[in-house]
């Protein structure tokens, strides 16, 4: 099968490979760039365990062709953190126990940044249905909303401090 | 048997008030690497020179496999290897099996001259990468010679049906009743005997991982290393050993994280098997990993598929006196737990209410339909269900208060023996119910639904008191024969801690592998608490079967108990030995000497002191400071069996003690039903759970919540529907429909503690109450909002569909009225 030069930006840094046409974007993201933070729970664009961010807006990476986001930005999890230092949402997620098993853990947490970061005063009811494309078989979604509420507070508060004790 | 010949239980032990870090809601050791991305699951495990296998399946329900030709497929790029089934049953022995006849009901890894279910496997092919693979799979040809399928398990059991396994001669594999206590005199006796039939669909655990495995053969030792997200390996080793045609000193499993079981990753050998199979034909490491399409239909972990006929024996003050259970379970086409799922109801049959007979008839049905394995709960969940509607229908019956009526029969003594056999360690319902009325604000939700009555709007309030057994012991999936030839398995758990020179500690775990439960994070606590450390501070180690010690694996929500008593045994002998130091190196009598704060003191005198670290080092380098017979070094290991477990009587009237931590649950779903759609919408969802002493509050209300989740889907939208012909119409997502957050309302959860007096520090399992719950209490829901309508539903899930239908019929009686 033929292949074609895709050039992607993933977290910051510039990369090219040579893929069939065929290729998803999260088969390149795990093999080729060496992200397996991206993780394959349907692979039919249902479960959203797969997402990362093109230009800032989520999308399935097991429902892209990486030829299709040719010269675009990509954030994925393991952008998240700076250094040592995890992402206020990685940081509350551990906080409130927003994961279990962790396997929608990162798609989780990168429709979250997207959440956030679009509306930094986002009401509870609006994180509970913008994490409605995200599937987690293990949490039920209430600490996971605890956790992205607290996110948004802290990051809308520019604060660093972790928001509260636990239950 | 009578009470007096029963084997005496463990000593009651005392519990220390005063503790640290058991029982506070600390993060998660595991946490930060998921939280990266980088959680080192299956799928993110790439060796050099690793190839990919892909599975081909079965379009047919029933079909005699006539030829199978694979020339193109082997010829297409990248492809390594084919092997069909025939092919395969020449490499591998059969999978383990605990079915009641495995000779006759045989199961291997791929399908052999028939298929039996939609999906079953018949081929595998080995190639470069998992798109060559399925490519691959594309060009092979299957010669089909298509049977009459049989799905419904009443009628598989009829005369005539299709037979899915020749050789058993029917479709029944198994049957039995069970009398215990005088069941004939308590329904004699009764003033009512109340009736139902109840049908509880199949779902499953579906965690958002698959299965998988990563194996790799090298001929030059013959040896096979395998790693797998597939759990209790330590259990299957021998037997997936024996399937293999290698010795068990040859292979070796070692764990990786999974993500999410729930059941479903217990036992799962066939990934193994293929994965190690195909790498022992191609001398490369193989990597399998069932894509979401095998994992539904082939994953071999299909949930409980039961019809019930029941009948109650009441009093009409309410006093339940005995139950009489029948039930058709739909096993699919393979039985490899055999019946055990119904060894898991009969641990808690009666509830917690202090009936004095029980009558089980259970018989298992196979169909063409993917096996039954595990889903939380493992089919006690299914008698929670059962129970609880026919209380509920008691109470209406008897124009009783469902809650009172539930409170008259609760049991109140401990230990208490259950008709069964199995013993309840310890509880207090009562006071689970009045925090749950509380918490619930029950009666202010009855005020609001004789309002909401008045504006036609139909309000539902299904409150259920339930159990929650855990630390199974095998004895439950052979007490059902009578000549087993085994006596109670011992199931054990160990622990090794080690000390470093510097006072470190690192704890290694056998066969307790992560799958979203929190083993790291509880046995650091409970290191913690015993060696007055921090729990972020203690190394974890998952160590593979290979050097491994005698260990069982999760189940039946045993791991805490169990581990609590591996690491309580591995600190006692470590003390000892670093009390022994301690006492050389201050000069002092061993009895002078008390742990204080991380080290051993002089009783009176805390500056005469030697703190765990100031020890440790000393016995790491300076050994000869030390009497000749101790040796250098400070770690110890624990293999702690299970603390109480006793033989089934010869009769089997009596079944022993399986499941002795009883937990105990109230759930209080507050449910709105559209009449129109049908609907189901949550106003409010309390729930109190008693598990005893709690290790990590948090984490436990995590597993309430989204065991909650999961009971959400098992009693209104998650089904695996088969059709008449036996084809599977749920296969994706897209229509295996699992909760999402707008589906799952937010919960108020309360616990309640009540220790027991077997366990370290009295803790009970409880990680899959949320699930053993809320089936049963949102059906009660459902029923209670629309009872003044004559509706009573009793079949799960409670689709649109179904409601609707049971909506239509009531509207059509009382037209007829
Ligand atoms: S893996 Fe992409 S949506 Fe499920
Ligand atoms: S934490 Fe397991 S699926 Fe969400």
Redesign the pocket.
């Known amino acids: 099968m033929q292949r074609h030069e895709v050039t992607l930006t993933v977290n910051g840094r510039t990369s090219t490979v040579s893929v069939e046409p065929r290729k998803l974007l ?1 088969d390149v993201l795990r093999e080729d760039l060496g992200l397996s933070g991206a ?13 990362v961010l093109r230009d800032g807006r989520s999308i ?4 892209t062709f990486a030829v299709q986001v040719d010269g675009a930005e990509i954030r994925t999890v393991e952008g998240l953190a700076d250094g040592a230092e995890l992402h206020p949402l990685q940081d509350e997620f551990w906080d409130k126990q927003g994961l279990q098993c962790g396997f929608c853990t990162p ?1 989780m947490l990168m429709r979250a940044c997207e959440i956030v970061e679009q509306k930094p005063d986002v009401s509870r009811e609006e994180v509970r249905e913008g994490i409605a494309s995200n ?1 987690c078989r293990c949490t039920g979604y209430q600490f996971i909303t605890d956790a992205v509420c607290a996110a948004a507070a802290r990051m809308h508060s520019g604060s660093s401090e972790t928001s509260g004790a636990q239950a | 048997m009578t009470t007096t010949d029963r084997p005496a239980a463990p000593p009651v032990r005392t519990h220390k008030e005063d503790r640290t870090w058991v029982g506070r809601s600390i993060r998660r050791v595991e946490d930060p690497k998921f939280l990266r991305g980088r959680g080192g699951y299956i799928g993110d495990m790439t060796v050099p020179g690793m190839l990919y296998a892909a599975v081909l399946r079965s379009p047919h329900a029933h079909a005699v496999i006539a030829g199978i030709d694979v020339v193109e497929a082997l010829a297409a790029p990248g492809v390594h290897a084919v092997i069909t089934g025939e092919q395969a049953a020449e490499l591998c022995d059969p999978l383990p099996d605990f079915g009641p006849n495995p000779a006759a009901h045989t199961w291997r890894c791929l399908a052999v001259d028939k298929v039996r279910y939609v999906g079953e496997g018949v081929a595998v092919v080995v190639a470069d990468s998992r798109y060559l693979a399925e490519d691959a799979l594309a060009l092979i040809e299957v010669e089909y010679e298509p049977l009459p399928a049989v799905v419904d398990p009443e009628r598989a059991l009829e005369d005539g049906a299709p037979l899915v396994h020749d050789d058993l001669g029917s479709n029944c594999a198994y049957e039995r009743t069970f009398d215990f206590g005088d069941v004939e005199r308590d329904f004699a006796e009764a003033d009512v005997i109340v009736t139902d039939r109840l049908r509880w669909h199949r779902s499953g655990g579906q965690p ?1 991982e698959t299965v998988g495995a990563v194996a790799d053969f090298d001929h030059a030792t013959g040896a096979l290393t395998v790693h797998t997200n597939s759990l209790s390996f330590t259990s299957y080793l021998f037997m997936v050993a024996g399937t293999m045609k290698i010795p068990a000193n040859k292979l070796d499993i070692r764990p990786v994280p999974a993500g999410g079981s729930f059941g479903s990753k217990l036992f799962a050998t066939k990934p193994a098997v293929i994965a190690g199979m195909c790498s022992r034909q191609v001398g490369r490491p193989v990597q399998y990993l069932e894509d ?1 399409v095998d994992n539904m239909s082939n994953c071999d972990h299909h949930g409980s598929d039961r019809v019930y006929d029941v009948r109650l024996a009441v009093m009409r003050d309410g006093t339940i006196r005995g139950v009489d259970i029948d039930t058709v379970e739909d096993y699919g086409a393979y039985i490899q737990f055999g019946v055990g799922h119904h060894g898991n109801a009969l641990a808690q049959v009666v509830g917690p209410y202090a009936m004095t007979s029980v009558r089980y008839r259970v018989r298992a049905a196979l169909t063409n339909k993917n096996q039954q394995g595990a889903y939380r709960g493992f089919g006690s969940e299914v008698n929670n269900w059962m129970l609880e509607q026919m209380v509920d229908k008691a109470a209406r019956e008897l124009d009783l208060d469902p809650v009172e009526l539930r409170r008259r029969n609760f049991i109140r003594e401990f230990p208490h023996f259950i008709p069964t056999g199995n013993v309840y360690d310890s509880g207090d319902y009562d006071a689970v119910l009045d925090k749950a009325l509380e918490l619930s604000e029950y009666k202010r939700w009855r005020i609001e639904q004789a309002k909401a009555r008045e504006e036609g709007r139909c309000i539902g309030i299904g409150l259920i008191t339930a159990q929650e057994r855990s630390v199974f012991s095998a004895t439950e999936f052979w007490f059902w024969f009578d000549e087993p030839g085994a006596p109670v398995t011992s199931m054990p758990e160990s622990v090794t801690l080690k000390v470093d020179a510097t006072g470190g500690i690192t704890a290694t775990l056998y066969s307790c592998a992560f799958w979203g439960n929190s083993p790291e994070t509880m046995v650091a606590q409970l290191v913690a608490e015993e060696f007055d450390c921090d729990p972020h501070d203690v190394s974890i180690v998952y160590q593979g079967s290979k050097n491994g010690l005698p260990a069982t694996g999760p189940g039946g929500s045993r791991t805490t108990v169990m581990l609590a008593g591996a690491v309580e045994g591995a600190t006692a002998k470590i003390k000892a030995k670093a009390l022994r130091a301690a006492a050389h190196l201050l000069e002092a009598n061993p009895d002078d000497l008390e742990w204080v704060d991380g080290g051993y003191q002089v009783k009176g005198v805390p500056e005469q002191r030697k703190s765990l670290a100031d020890i440790a080092v000393m016995l790491h380098l300076f050994k000869h400071s030390f009497p000749e017979d101790m040796e250098s070094g400070l770690e110890d290991s624990k293999v702690f069996d299970h603390p109480y477990t006793t033989m089934p009587s010869a009769d089997r009237t009596d079944l022993g003690v399986f499941y002795p931590f009883m937990g105990h649950a109230c759930h209080v779903p507050v449910v709105e039903v559209d009449l129109e759609t049908g609907s189901v919408s949550f106003l409010a969802y309390a729930a109190v759970h008693d598990c005893g002493t709690l290790v990590n509050p948090r984490s436990l209300a995590g597993h309430i919540v989204g065991g909650t989740a999961q009971g959400i889907g098992t009693a209104l939208y998650e089904e695996f529907v088969y059709d008449d012909d036996g084809q599977l119409l749920t296969s994706s ?1 897209l229509d295996y429909l699992i909760p999402s957050a707008m589906e799952v309302p937010e919960l108020r959860i309360a616990h309640h503690e009540t220790p027991s007096p077997y366990t370290l520090h009295g803790i009970k399992g409880g990680g899959e109450g949320g699930r053993m719950m809320a089936p049963a209490a949102i059906n009660v829901a459902v029923n209670d909002a629309l009872a003044h309508l004559g509706v009573r539903v009793t079949e799960l899930p409670i689709t649109p569909d179904r409601l609707r239908a049971a909506i239509r019929a009531a509207e059509s009686a009382r037209g007829r009225e």
């Open positions: 999260v993780h394959i729970g349907c692979e039919h664009g249902v479960c959203g365990t797969c997402t399935r990476s097991c429902t798609g599937l | 958002l979401r997502f």
